[in-house]
T-cell receptor
Framework: NAGVTQTPKFQVLKTGQSMTLQCAQDMNHNSMYWYRQDPGMGLRLIYY???????DKGEVPNGYNVSRLNKREFSLRLESAAPSQTSVYFC?????????????FGSGTRLTVV | AQSVTQLGSHVSVSEGALVLLRCNYSSSVPPYLFWYVQYPNQGLQLLLKYTSAATLVKGINGFEAEFKKSETSFHLTKPSAHMSDAAEYFCAVSDRAGNTGKLIFGQGTTLQVKP
C-alpha cells in the first residue's frame, strides 16, 4: 500500500539548474496536486490536475511547469531554479476533486537552491 | 474567495490537559472542512473531515472538531494531550461548488506537549 510516492526526497540545486520532481499514486485517484510548504505560510497550491489530460495553475505557479503523464503520475518541473524556490514540495491526490474525500499526501521533497 | 485562519501559530499544553486548536474559515457556500496533522519530516495525514453529515466530527487519535456555521469555526479538540500529539496541525477548506474543490490551507499551528 504505497499511496503517494515522491522522488527524490532531498535535492540541492544551483541557481539556474533545472530538475523534475516525480509523483506517482497507486490508488486510482483522478485528481493530483503539487503544493509547496514554507514556514509560517502553510501549504500553497502550485498546480493541479483535476483529471488525466488536464492541468491548471494554482496560487503560486510562476517558475514551475507540470505534466500529467498518465492517471498515476504527475511531475513538477523547475526550468531555472531560484533561491526563492527553496521549499518542501508535497504531492497529493484525491478520488474526485469536488467530492470532499480529502487528500492523500506524499512524504515530500526537500529542495534547496543555492 | 475562500480562506482559513488558524489562531495561534504555537500552542503549548501539559500532558493530560485539554487541546484546543482554533480554525475559522471564510466561504461563500457551505464548505468541506478538514484537519491534517504533520509529524516532523513527514507528509500530512488526515485527522478528520466535515462534509455536512454531522456537525461534531470524530477523527483518529481521539481528536474531534465541531462545525459551527454561526461562528464560521471548526476548532479541533482533544480531552487529554499525549506526548505523541506534538506535531503541526493544519486546517483546510474546500469549496464544494462547481469544480473548484481545491484545498486551501491555514498557516498551521505547532502543538507542543510538555511532560
Amino acid at each position: 500500500n504505497a499511496g503517494v510516492t515522491q522522488t527524490p526526497k532531498f535535492q540541492v540545486l544551483k541557481t539556474g539548474q533545472s530538475m523534475t520532481l516525480q509523483c506517482a499514486q497507486d490508488m486510482n485517484h483522478n485528481s493530483m496536486y503539487w503544493y509547496r510548504q514554507d514556514p509560517g505560510m502553510g501549504l500553497r497550491l502550485i498546480y493541479y490536475s483535476a483529471s488525466e489530460g488536464t492541468t491548471d495553475k494554482g496560487e503560486v505557479p510562476n517558475g514551475y511547469n507540470v505534466s500529467r503523464l498518465n492517471k498515476r503520475e504527475f511531475s513538477l518541473r523547475l526550468e531555472s531554479a531560484a533561491p526563492s524556490q527553496t521549499s518542501v514540495y508535497f504531492c497529493a491526490s484525491t478520488i474526485e476533486q469536488t467530492a470532499g474525500y480529502g487528500y492523500t499526501f506524499g512524504s515530500g521533497t526537500r529542495l534547496t537552491v543555492v | 474567495a475562500q480562506s482559513v485562519t488558524q489562531l495561534g501559530s504555537h500552542v503549548s499544553v501539559s500532558e493530560g490537559a485539554l487541546v484546543l486548536l482554533r480554525c475559522n474559515y471564510s466561504s461563500s457556500v457551505p464548505p468541506y472542512l478538514f484537519w491534517y496533522v504533520q509529524y516532523p519530516n513527514q507528509g500530512l495525514q488526515l485527522l478528520l473531515k466535515y462534509t455536512s453529515a454531522a456537525t461534531l466530527v470524530k477523527g483518529i487519535n481521539g481528536f474531534e472538531a465541531e462545525f459551527k456555521k454561526s461562528e464560521t469555526s471548526f476548532h479541533l479538540t482533544k480531552p487529554s494531550a499525549h506526548m505523541s500529539d506534538a506535531a503541526e496541525y493544519f486546517c483546510a477548506v474546500s469549496d464544494r461548488a462547481g469544480n473548484t474543490g481545491k484545498l486551501i490551507f491555514g498557516q498551521g499551528t505547532t502543538l507542543q506537549v510538555k511532560p
